[in-house]
């Protein structure tokens, strides 16, 4: 059974740009989260999709954003990029939204460098 | 809102060393706890986890838990590592309808 896929797994871009990344579910998962990865904060969640529907959203700013389709694969995109930007974006599947155990299957991640 | 912390930062240790990594939370409800463990160049995986029942719970690769529900705590135990050990370790922990949280993280290093 194929993992959580996530592209591109390395990007480079320059501030002010946007990025959009991608990530497709085990098959049969219907919820998608989306979580930050840096060195000095960890894992920081930033939303979580279920059913093509945001069902929770962590505290970033607006030009975070992101969207799930029919075949529960979602895309994340940061608008207007900034240094701080930089860091590892981890998308996690499972079978049921927050209402569930929690237990999540993580992608390798999108490495993102902003210069 | 759910914190989780993770008291050490950089745990450097020797082979066959024991190892016990501490994890804290501070919403004292029902929750669901997690160790997920990260190797270089790999992706997050789950270690263990705990619902309910025994507050002792196993692991893969001989990692164990235990929830102490009136510490808050959910410390993780090896009794003898490995180098091949050497990952971060992320603690998490879900409470109710709301995300899973993680800890900042401990970066194992495991020295022959």
């Known amino acids: 059974k194929a993992g959580v896929t996530q592209t591109p797994r390395y990007l480079i871009k320059t501030r002010g740009q946007q990025v959009t990344l991608s990530c497709s579910p085990i098959s049969g998962h219907r919820s998608v989260s989306w979580y930050q990865q840096t060195p000095g904060q960890g894992l920081q969640f930033l939303f979580e999709y279920f059913s093509e529907t945001q069902r929770n959203k962590g505290n970033f700013p607006g030009r975070f954003s992101g969207r799930q389709f029919s075949n529960s694969r979602s895309e994340m995109n940061v608008s207007t990029l900034e240094l701080g930007d930089s860091a590892l974006y981890l998308c996690?599947?499972?079978?049921?939204?927050?209402?569930?155990?929690?237990?999540?299957?993580f992608g390798e991640g999108s490495r993102l460098t902003v210069l | 809102a759910q914190s989780v912390s993770q008291h050490n930062h950089h745990v450097i240790l020797s082979e066959a060393a024991s190892l016990e990594l501490g994890c804290n939370y501070s919403y004292g409800g029902t929750v669901n706890l997690f160790w997920y463990v990260q190797y270089p160049g790999q992706h997050l995986q789950l270690l263990l986890k705990?619902?309910?029942?025994?507050?002792l719970v196993k692991g893969i690769k001989g990692f164990e838990a235990e929830f102490i529900k009136s510490k808050f705590s959910f410390n993780l135990r090896k009794p003898s590592v490995q180098w091949s050990d050497t990952a971060e370790y992320f603690c998490?922990?879900?409470?109710?309808?709301?995300?899973?949280?993680f800890g900042k993280g401990t970066r194992l290093s495991v020295i022959a």
């Open positions: 705990y619902f309910s029942g025994d507050p």
């Open positions: 998490a922990v879900k409470t109710g309808n709301t995300p899973l949280v």
């Open positions: 996690a599947s499972s079978w049921r939204t927050s209402g569930g155990t929690g237990e999540l299957f």
